[in-house]
Structures are given as C-alpha cells and as structure tokens.
C-alpha cells in the first residue's frame, strides 16, 4: 500500500500565487521551499541533513517546481530528490521516478530505491533499459543529479546520451525545462572523463543536449567548488562530496 501524502505546499502555494495548472505563473519566492525541505511525512531525517550540502531551495529555484507540475527523476540514485519533487509538487502534482534496468540488475541499493519511490502517493516508479527512458508525456520538468555521465559509461551503446535527450525532448510539453547537474570535468576534455573519473565536461553536455532541439536556458554556479582539481575520481575519499558541479537549465522551445 503506498503511504499517504501529506502535502507541505500550502505555503508555496501562497507565496508563488498560483494553483496547478495552465498559464504563465509568477517567480517563486525562495522562502516557500522551507515547507518542502522541513517535510518528515516523505523525506528522511537523512535528507534534511544533505539539504544545506546539496543547495536544494537553491536547486528548486533554479528549476523553477511549482504545486501541480509533472516531474520525471531521471537515474534517480538513491531517491533523493524524487522526495524533494514530490513534496514540492504536492498532491496535484506527479513525480516519475525512473531508474534504469541496467542499474536495478546492478544494485540491491538501487532496487530498494525504487520500490520505496513507489510507495510514495503521487510517484510512479519505472524502469526501462537505460537508453529507452519510460517517460510520460506532457513533462513540466526532467531532472538528473550527477548522473548524466552514466549515459557515456563503458558498458552503453555510444547512442544512449542522444537517445535519452531526445526521449527527455519529446517527453517535455512545450516550454518545459530539463534541467542536468554533474560533475565538472577539465575544460576540453569532452567526454573522455565519464568512465574513469564519473566527470564530465560541461561543453559537451551543452552540446549534446542542444544537437536535439533544446535551448540553454540559464546556468548557475551555486555548486562550483574552486578547490577542486577536476582530476580525481568523484568517488575518492579526498574528494567525495566536495566536487566542483554546474548545472544547467534547458528549455524545450514553445
């Protein structure tokens, strides 16, 4: 049975001044997302205390997540943010978290992710081989948190980035937004950092993600680190969760 959703969006409803549904809506002012992080009836104990780490309301800004929207986590990992999503879009709102086949088979960890995504009132977990994305149509917003490489790891076709952003593409409603967060990579150096460092380079993001008809939209540097060499493996002790990251906004043109 999946568990009740009680909503804590009653305060970014006021303070964005919108309900779900059509049209344009005002800016959202940043102090509703307390509500969504302080959230105990989805999100953990564990996730409140990634908040300040991960600049999630930063995040939810940038993004622009309102009540009422139709949201897909893309690579969902742990099902961090797929709490987040469903919290901030409230009961009028939809969340599809989508986990890959391949890493399911891969991770008992992953597994479990996904079936407690499941559970959650207004999320639908789906799986699907990783280069034919299960998502639903009529998108506000698909989002990736440091996953986008995994599209260019050694054991997928050399297609599977093109064929995931096309997929995010025709998913999206007009003017929706994709929006990707990763780990930097050196300058230049293209996606040759993907496999071995779980990096990768910004210029190529922006470039593939473009080639299917989308439109940088806005960046922000909220989560660049300087010290960051950009050499190392994300997953080194020396710099696990301190990595330099951008992330970008695309727009599905209207």
Request: hydrophobic share 50%; charged share 15%; net charge negative.
């Amino acid at each position: 049975m999946r568990r009740v959703l009680i909503p804590a969006v009653a305060a970014l409803l006021i303070l964005c001044g919108c309900m779900a549904g059509g049209g344009a809506a005002p800016a959202i002012d940043p102090a509703a997302y307390s509500a969504v992080l302080a959230d105990t009836t989805v999100r953990t104990a564990a996730d409140r205390e990634r908040d300040a780490a991960r600049h999630t309301a930063e995040t939810l800004v940038f993004a622009g997540v309102r009540p009422g929207w139709k949201v897909a986590d893309m690579i969902i990992g742990g099902g961090y943010f797929t709490r987040v999503f469903s919290v901030a879009v409230g009961p009028t709102g939809h969340v599809t978290a989508w986990q890959p086949a391949e890493f399911v088979g891969f991770s008992a960890d992953y597994r479990a992710a996904i079936t407690a995504a499941d559970e959650i009132a207004n999320v639908d977990a789906v799986q699907s081989p990783i280069g034919s994305p299960a998502f639903p149509a009529g998108l506000d917003l698909i989002f990736t948190a440091q996953n986008y490489h995994d599209l260019h790891l050694a054991p997928f076709a050399a297609d599977t980035a093109a064929k995931v952003n096309a997929a995010a593409f025709a998913a999206l409603k007009p003017g929706g937004v994709y929006v990707i967060i990763d780990h930097h990579a050196a300058a230049g150096s293209g996606l040759s950092a993907a496999n071995t460092l779980h990096r990768i380079d910004i210029a190529a993001v922006k470039s593939e993600v473009e080639a299917v008809g989308f439109v940088l939209d806005g960046e922000s540097a909220i989560l660049v680190q300087p010290a960051d060499p950009l050499t190392a493996n994300v997953f080194d002790p020396a710099i696990r969760g301190k990595t330099s990251q951008f992330m970008l906004r695309f727009k599905k043109p209207a």
